[in-house]
């Protein structure tokens, strides 16, 4: 089964040593690599330049010019900045597939192993003036820390790339720029996120030629906050202006996060067209080998049939998805898909085993400050204490819930706590209170257009 796909990983040259990393001066470097080739200086420098010139190079008493160098370079048959920096031979490609199995090894839950072989890839990265690598090795450090829930930390590291991504790397500050959304988004504040997400996206459409890969890291991200903002219009207008872009988009994780997120935003009439995205996106996950996101499609697929009206159906998935989660580590991905098996048992009248997991995951959401699961796991608990006869605490969770949605900004939710909130107090003949709640929730629905 494709849940199993990355189960072998192995991290890379997670345990070589940095000893190699050897500090010479060009001088030096041009000496050992002439001296290597059984090379006389008169025959590096030909009858361009004097053997005088090379010698006063390798003693450091002289800087070569840029075009002086590339001379040198050809003649000793390195590339220029392999030369220039020092990089033995196919050292980037050997770091970027470090780097690969080190992301597989972080999505199937080795985070201690890909955290020590991302330090050691950065660290070699920028030893060898490979800037982009090193980017993408501390942004995968930061992944790893949102993995194990400390979002606060995260959304630090993520600050820090921000301010040190180098120039011509569109895609790696498409990513670092959605993840800070994103952990904006799940402290609290949607309406920055979804700024920062537009602004971005405007920004990187003023210079073309416009990176694919980065505008559709942007897309979905942006995507994505709006499904959770229930503008689902906004969304599906996105994904249109967006799918011509799939065929030029080189990370096809990213592919696969496009139609992870298409599919849940597919309606009760559409399941045969979320299964085909959700299914799509879990095949390029599995082709990846990266389980924990092979996870989360089962957790979307869930979330779609629990929508539909098909809670045993869902149920199956979200507890196979939180299975996957709970597995490999995702902290806060395995909190919200045991909210979602919450919701799902509540509505098929399992009210015990509904309440125990909504309680296990308002723990964690409490532990991790992730505001929107903190909502949710009150209004999954308000309506199991409501089903169990316990008005008064039932009111307490679904007003906090209220509460908490409004204020992270998430009025679709807003909306349908209080439609929970206002049956109950109505059940209660608190009409007036009941009407209050109302109002209350129909003021959010008219924030949403």
Do not use: K
């Not at 098909?310 to 507890?319: F, I, K, N, Q, V």
């Amino acid at each position: 089964m494709a849940e199993t796909a990355a189960a072998d990983v192995v991290v890379i040259g997670d345990d070589a040593p940095d000893d190699d990393l050897v500090v010479e001066s060009l001088g030096q470097r041009i000496r050992r690599l002439r001296v290597a080739r059984g090379l006389t200086q008169q025959q590096v420098v030909g009858t361009r330049y004097t053997r005088a010139f090379l010698g006063a190079v390798e003693s450091g008493a002289r800087a070569p010019s840029p075009e002086a160098l590339a001379y040198v370079a050809r003649r000793l048959g390195v590339p220029v900045d392999d030369l220039r920096y020092g990089r033995p031979p196919g050292v980037a490609d050997q770091l970027a597939a470090e780097h690969a199995a080190a992301r597989r090894a972080l999505s199937a839950g080795q985070v201690a192993a890909a955290e020590q072989a991302l330090t050691r890839i950065r660290r070699r990265a920028d030893h060898y003036r490979l800037p982009e690598l090193a980017g993408w090795a501390g942004y995968h450090l930061a992944e790893a820390q949102l993995h194990r829930g400390l979002t606060e930390d995260a959304a630090a590291r993520y600050d820090e790339l921000a301010r040190a991504v180098p120039d011509g790397c569109p895609a790696l500050r498409a990513a670092v720029l959605a993840r800070q959304a994103y952990c904006l988004l799940v402290t609290g504040d949607a309406p920055r996120a979804v700024a920062i997400l537009e602004g971005g996206l405007r920004a990187l459409r003023a210079t073309p030629p416009v990176d694919a890969d980065a505008e559709l890291r942007l897309t979905n991200a942006l995507m994505y906050t709006f499904l959770e903002l229930s503008w689902r219009d906004r969304a599906r207008r996105l994904e249109r202006d967006v799918s011509p872009l799939l065929d030029r988009v080189a990370n096809q994780e990213w592919v696969a996060q496009f139609h992870a997120i298409a599919g849940q935003l597919r309606r009760d009439g559409e399941l045969a067209e979320a299964d085909h995205h959700l299914r799509e996106a879990g095949r390029r996950y599995a082709e990846l080998g990266l389980t924990r996101e092979i996870g989360l499609c089962r957790w979307a697929r869930g979330y779609v049939l629990l929508r539909a009206g098909r809670p045993g159906e869902a149920g199956t998935e979200l507890r196979r998805a939180r299975e996957i989660l709970g597995a490999v580590g995702a902290v806060l991905d395995e909190a919200g898909a045991t909210l979602e098996l919450a919701e799902a048992r509540r509505r098929e009248g399992v009210l015990d085993e509904a309440g125990e997991l909504a309680e296990h995951a308002a723990r964690t959401a409490t532990a991790c400050d992730h505001r929107e699961l903190m909502a949710e796991a009150d209004r999954v608990r308000g309506l199991v204490r409501a089903a169990q006869g316990d008005a008064d605490q039932a009111r307490r969770l679904l007003l906090r819930a209220v509460d908490r949605y409004e204020r992270a900004g998430l009025m679709g939710d807003v909306v349908i706590t209080c439609r929970h909130l206002a049956e109950l107090l109505l059940a209660g003949a608190e009409r007036d209170a009941a009407a209050a709640v109302l109002r209350r929730g129909l003021r959010a629905a008219e924030r949403l257009s």
